[in-house]
């Protein structure tokens, strides 16, 4: 994949993910980490352990290191398995979404445009599993934002050829017009 900005899903310490976001820290150098580490400092809170850990609902940006992207937003997900945020969990995921998009042009506007966007699969051992419901809400948003701040392209990467075919049959309910799934059936 390749992409100005890559969306990545992070606990708020920025040191697990899901098999995706080990990879990516693997693939990408150690430099990723160590921008990680400094935006903890920079924009984290200690925690009651003396941990700094970024608020959920938020995202810090880094470089990307040697993979092929100029930036990778480290999006901080709420944890389906402490109480209190499980039970906000789609407002958190959602101001999520939004804040990393803002946080995307802030840095178009000061430095250089970052106009197309590869999301990873949201992770199923942080968020939890995803109802129809809550990827219908993510695709209105990655929609919304992506209108709102001129993205040219946003690609959703998929874990399985199934979860691509779930985000396919969305998006035609959604987003296609009768007229045209109706050409596509009558036509094609």
């Not at 976001?21 to 990680?36: A, L, N, R, T």
């Not at 804040?99 to 506007?109: I, M």
Request: charged share 25%; proline share 2%; glycine share 6%.
């Amino acid at each position: 994949i390749k992409s100005d900005v890559l969306f990545c899903w992070s606990t708020p310490d920025l040191t697990s993910g899901d098999a995706q976001f080990m990879e990516m820290h693997k693939e990408g150098g150690s430099i990723i980490y160590k921008e990680c580490q400094g935006q903890l400092t920079r924009y984290g809170k200690k925690d009651e352990k003396g941990v700094y850990k970024i608020s959920i609902g938020t995202a810090v940006l880094t470089i990307a290191g040697i993979l092929n992207f100029r930036k990778i937003v480290h999006c901080i997900l709420p944890n389906f398995r402490i109480r209190e945020e499980k039970e906000n969990r789609l407002s958190l995921f959602l101001n999520t979404i939004n804040y990393a998009f803002a946080l995307v042009d802030e840095y178009s506007k000061s430095r250089i445009a970052l106009r197309k966007i590869a999301l990873l699969s949201i992770p199923v051992n942080i968020y939890g599993e995803l109802g129809q419901h809550t990827r219908v809400q993510y695709l209105h948003l990655l929609l919304n934002n992506a209108k709102t701040y001129n993205i040219s392209e946003v690609t959703l990467v998929c874990n399985s050829p199934e979860e691509e075919q779930v985000y396919i049959k969305l998006l035609k309910q959604e987003f296609v017009s009768w007229s045209d799934l109706l050409y596509d059936k009558l036509f094609k």
